[in-house]
């Protein structure tokens, strides 16, 4: 759907990890956007899957049901021309749930061929439900995100500063570091392996010149530690190196980067290692 990439693009700065792969996000993030006196506190929730049964896929979908409830508005974002079963089952939950503020991002419309087609859609969707609003966007290529802010500003409350100006989120360096690592590790791998990893930061060492980080990989069965690290080590090196150039840019500093990928059977049925994980239950 791209709710992490536009936040973002929101925020002016990566903090979500975003990924072709569903199921991406895993924790619930804030992304801190302040516009003179008001400002806009935007959570990213980990996408609700309509079809998972294991734990980890139930504590995510709890995660997303939990912020409706102390939320202003809800942004439900769906893709230009394409509606789902798991859209509708979405709307259906946010209407159960009785939110009152719902603005509608179509997400995408760089991805239109015909801008034609976005009117009628539009239109269907109009069909479905009364939405406060509804603002064709793309998060990707940054189309229409003041507009969409504008909107949003006006169902907050007014000059209500929660954090300071300077803050974009509040998530700690360490997380975002371990997003920066889960992006290019599942950019990578196949169907499989994603759902089964987890990164954590071991330690974390500032010299006057370098940042030195070393971050675990988790993953539940040797086999799957064989895929993460690849044929003589290519698939780690190459996620490693990626990861690397990123973190530099966001640290604005040298980063040594060391990778150790590490077996810890069963990890997504236990709520005890989700949580060490720094997931949310
Ligand atoms: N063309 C295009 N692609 C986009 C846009 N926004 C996001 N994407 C792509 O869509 C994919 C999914 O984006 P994410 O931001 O990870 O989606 P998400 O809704 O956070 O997904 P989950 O966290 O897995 O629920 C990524 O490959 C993005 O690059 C957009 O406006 N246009
Ligand atoms: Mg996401």
Redesign the pocket.
Known sequence: ???????NALVGEKI??????????RHRILGIVTRGADQLILV?T??IDTRSEKLLGRVLNQAAQAVFADTDAVLF?VEADRWESGDAQILEMLKQAGVKKLVLAI?????LERKEALLPFIERLQGLHAFSDIVP?????G?NLEPLVDVLQGFLPEGVHLFPEDELTDRSQRFRVTEVIREELLERLGQEVPYATAVEVESWKDTPTVTHIDAVIWVERDSQKAIVVGKGGRMIKSVGTAARHTLEQMLERKVMLRLWVKVREGWQADVDSIRRMGIDT
Do not use: E, Y
């Open positions: 759907m791209g709710k992490s990439t536009l936040l979500a990890a975003t990924t072709r792969k569903p199921q991406t996000t990213d980990p996408g974002v997400n995408k419309v760089d991805r966007i793309s998060g990707l290529r189309v």
